[in-house]
């Protein structure tokens, strides 16, 4: 495993402040910005990405105009992820099986429906991702972006309500990415290509591609060791 990222060493702590329960219950308001960033000794912008990992997580909730909660049913969540690595690897699994189900057939539906005004987003996204990775900087909301915009594009209500599945199998990722180099060369290969079918509007192959780009991400983290292709 690779050191683990500052954010990711705030959110385990903040998870461990919660699981102690000497300072923090389950249904509890977190201290402001300020106050905790300045307990952890780390940014607010630190604290901010740290909250958002633990939000996507289901440890905590954030409600606009009042503030982050610790979810009032975090304690049947177990350790959910943050700590041993099977367990991880399991959740991961679990995670891109149900993307393979559905994102495929999500990106042709896009090629179809899409706006230029959307379509056009799409590159956007798919080229600040590609940038990140060349300049070796965090791409994680990024990516999330560039899958949401696909998402979105395909103008179904309840696609949209599978968000939260999408950017919680890339946080996952971030916790258990143990072969970031490959995985960065296969995003940047697999986005061209997924880019080129949705700018021509190759439903077909935009789905392959999105196929593709999942299987190389299962692959990479060896979570199919033991089973043939799904797709």
Known sequence: MKKKSLTQQTADTIYKMITRGDEFQPGDQ????????????VSRATLREAIRILVMQGVLEVYRGKGTYIAADMKAFGDYGLGEIQRMKI???DLYE????FEPEIAAIACRRATEEELEHIITCGERVKALILQQQ???EADGEFHRAIVAASHNDFMMRLIPVINRAIEE???????ARELSEETLRDHDQLMHFLKNRDARGAKYAMAIH???VIATLQLNEEEEPIF
Request: aromatic letters at 4%; a positive charge; glycine letters at 6%.
């Open 138 to 140: 965090d791409r994680t």
């Open 30 to 41: 977190l201290p402001g910005e300020n106050i905790l960033s300045e307990k952890l000794g």
């Open 98 to 101: 149900a993307r393979l189900l």
């Open 91 to 93: 959740n991961l699994k």
């Open 173 to 179: 990722v971030i916790l258990y990415n143990k072969e």
């Open 214 to 216: 999942i299987h190389n």
